[in-house]
Nanobody, 124 residues
Framework: QVQLVESGGGAVQAGGSLRLSCAAS????????MGWYRQAPGKQREVVAT???????????TYADSVKGRFTISRDGAKNMVYLQMNSLKPEDTAVYYC??????????????WGQGTQVTVSS
């Protein structure tokens, strides 16, 4: 089983910073692609950032255009943790942020696992 628990959300003023943490079960972080997604009220869940495992290929990261240069995703496989450092926060960053683990199986589509989410509210 894969379990993901987010923390670190809260309320912050525009221009401020927050660091989100995701604690994962077992060796999930070390073995799989991890990511952060967010969902604002009335909107679809969208990808914010991802970080590949590096097990098959070199470790790499991706970012949504809206957060590029402001957010940084990182992992600590030994601690089974994934982080999202969010700087220069904007009101439009307000959303529930979800930790994601994407697990690939040989010859099969991937399976996504999700945490419960943590609220981030940015005031102007």
């Amino acid at each position: 089983q894969v379990q993901l628990v987010e923390s670190g959300g809260g309320a912050v003023q525009a221009g401020g910073s927050l660091r989100l943490s995701c604690a994962a079960s077992g060796s999930t972080v070390a073995r799989n692609r991890m990511g952060w997604y967010r969902q604002a009220p009335g909107k679809q869940r969208e990808v914010v950032a991802t970080i590949s495992s590096g097990v098959i290929r070199g470790e790499g990261t991706t970012y949504a255009d809206s957060v590029k240069g402001r957010f940084t995703i990182s992992r600590d496989g030994a601690k089974n943790m994934v982080y999202l450092q969010m700087n220069s926060l904007k009101p439009e960053d307000t959303a529930v942020y979800y930790c994601n683990a994407r697990i690939y199986y040989s010859g099969l589509p991937y399976t996504d696992y999700w945490g419960q989410g943590t609220q981030v509210t940015v005031s102007s």
